[in-house]
């Protein structure tokens, strides 16, 4: 389902729903090889903020991605 627009809808829906929260911001985790989904948080808003030595199965690396979300801050086109 790549390109279809489905990862972005439910982001968003994430998002959205959390902008109604007491939540502030969004951390996730992605594997320092995967270009794609990392291309696809940027796109989202995401900026990496850290890195994870080891965080999958204990030799690759994950970036953390985070995003401030407030109500009156609008989503990403």
């Known amino acids: ?3 279809r ?3 972005r809808t ?3 829906a ?5 902008c109604s929260s007491v939540v502030r911001s969004i ?3 992605v594997a320092v090889d995967n270009l794609g989904a990392q ?3 940027k796109r989202m808003g995401y900026g990496v903020a850290g890195r994870i030595p080891g ?3 204990g030799f690759l690396d ?3 991605m985070t995003k401030p979300i407030s109500e009156s801050q609008p989503l990403q086109p």
């Open 27 to 29: 951390r996730l985790e």
């Open 39 to 41: 291309n696809f948080y």
């Open 62 to 64: 994950a970036f953390v």
């Open 10 to 12: 439910l982001l968003e």
């Open 14 to 18: 994430v998002e959205e729903h959390l």
């Open 5 to 7: 627009g489905i990862g």
């Open 55 to 57: 965080y999958y199965a």
């Open 1 to 3: 389902f790549h390109r």
